[in-house]
């Protein structure tokens, strides 16, 4: 039986609430969104506020961890300021495999708010869903990605070249993941 979990309506952290997005997110989401630095290694273009609207419903409605797709996005809030988002995603329920993703504003990086919140998720994914394994995906010219990465404990598993094309471009992508017991050796943190 695959693992579920309804994600929490609240995450605390020590400077961060990790919560689910609500409609009143849509201003800082899209301060994000819209910012061609923050999309540059994201798989969609600079959105709208209309596109962010619509990005932002679709997120809203995903609550619950189970099959394989299954993702949820949690807002990063900062003192009711919401300056990023984590993404957690089902890989393969079978065999307990999870993906986890970040996006953060340009203003709050270099504080350790990507890393605060990422640690938080892969808590909720390997304590709370069961996960074996979490992944993470990135292309290797986002340094400050992989920087989160390697914080968590994470390992570099693999580049794949040329494996995607975006936006008229073919691109590398970087694998990066952690076991639960290496995770639970860390002292989960």
């Known amino acids: 039986m695959s693992p579920v979990i309804e994600i929490p309506q609240r995450i605390r952290t020590e400077r961060l609430v990790l919560r689910p997005l609500v409609r009143t997110d849509l201003d800082d989401i899209h301060a994000y969104q819209s910012d061609p630095e ?50 957690l995603i089902v890989a393969s ?41 979490v992944a993470a995906k990135l292309d290797p010219r986002n340094v400050a990605s992989a920087a989160v990465c390697m914080r968590l404990g994470m390992r570099h598993e693999a580049r794949f070249l040329h494996n995607e094309l975006l936006k008229g471009e073919w691109l590398d992508t970087d694998v990066y993941a952690i076991l639960e017991d290496e995770w639970r050796g860390r002292g989960s943190s």
């Open 38 to 87: 923050v999309v540059r290694f994201l798989p969609w273009p600079v959105r709208n506020r209309d596109e962010s609207a619509g990005h932002l419903a679709q997120r809203m409605s995903r609550t619950r961890l189970e099959k394989d797709g299954d993702n949820v996005a949690l807002a990063i809030d900062v003192e009711g300021t919401v300056v990023g988002d984590l993404t």
């Open 93 to 133: 329920a079978e065999n307990r495999g999870a993906e986890i993703g970040w996006v953060l504003h340009p203003d709050f990086r270099g504080r350790g708010y990507a890393t605060e919140a990422a640690r938080a998720g892969l808590g909720l994914l390997f304590a709370d869903w069961g996960a074996h394994r």
